[in-house]
T-cell receptor
Framework: SAVISQKPSRDICQRGTSLTIQCQVD?????MFWYRQQPGQSLTLIAT?????????ESGFVIDKFPISRPNLTFSTLTVSNMSPEDSSIYLC?????????????FGQGTRLTVV | GNSVTQMEGPVTLSEEAFLTINCTYT??????LFWYVQYPGEGLQLLLK?????DKGSNKGFEATYRKETTSFHLEKGSVQVSDSAVYFC?????????????FGTGTLLAVQP
């Protein structure tokens, strides 16, 4: 299993500002995933963060808006840039265990972001 | 492509009632299937999983059977408790590409009343 710590757990931000969310894992993992969960919605994958290479973004998400860092195998950050109220969501960090499709994903407790 | 269709909520039940939350999927190949639970104010936790056809995942009184013929993975519990109130997500993971990512259903809110 993996224990994931996310910071901050929640924040209220002014529109036009940026927020950086940190994700720390207690073991080395190859891939880390960032999800967005808008109010009352399911989880949408934003990007996959690989150590030593550029993050891979899903359709509808761009690096300028959601820059990601992955400096080592246990840590990643997601920045939500130039925020608007539409960015109010829960942002979740996730990692997969080793072993391909049979392994579960582990999630951090999430960062609840409110943009005013 | 891969997708998950989940029963819409909210589902409201009395304590000790029988629960079914329907989940069907579309996928190429042979995906692994998961149910995740999100309690109020918390992140997602794995509830159970099944990795091949006819497998039954079970945990905390919840069960789900991987039915390839009906492409379904319905979640059931014989007697729900107030503490089971949460959002339940069906998900699949399919081999292919480099991402190994999860595809989630829309989630079903379960509210259990005493």
């Amino acid at each position: 299993s993996a224990v994931i710590s996310q910071k901050p757990s929640r924040d209220i931000c002014q529109r036009g500002t940026s927020l950086t969310i940190q994700c720390q894992v207690d073991s080395q993992v190859t891939m880390m995933f960032w999800y967005r969960q808008q109010p009352g919605q399911s989880l949408t994958l934003i990007a996959t963060a690989n150590q030593g290479s550029e993050a891979t973004y899903e359709s509808g998400f761009v690096i300028d808006k959601f820059p990601i860092s992955r400096p080592n195998l246990t840590f990643s950050t997601l920045t939500v840039s130039n925020m608007s109220p539409e960015d109010s969501s829960i942002y979740l960090c996730s990692v997969s265990g080793q072993g391909g499709t049979n392994t579960e994903a582990f999630f951090g407790q999430g960062t609840r972001l409110t943009v005013v | 492509g891969n997708s998950v269709t989940q029963m819409e909520g909210p589902v409201t039940l009395s304590e000790e009632a029988f629960l079914t939350i329907n989940c069907t999927y579309t996928a190429t190949g042979y995906p692994s299937l998961f149910w995740y639970v999100q309690y109020p104010g918390e992140g997602l936790q794995l509830l159970l999983k099944a990795t091949k056809a006819d497998d039954k995942g079970s945990n905390k009184g919840f069960e789900a059977t991987y039915r390839k013929e009906t492409t379904s993975f319905h979640l059931e519990k014989g007697s729900v408790q107030v503490s089971d109130s949460a959002v339940y997500f069906c998900a699949l993971k399919n081999y292919g590409g480099a991402t190994n990512k999860l595809i989630f259903g829309t989630g079903t809110l379960l509210a259990v009343q005493p």
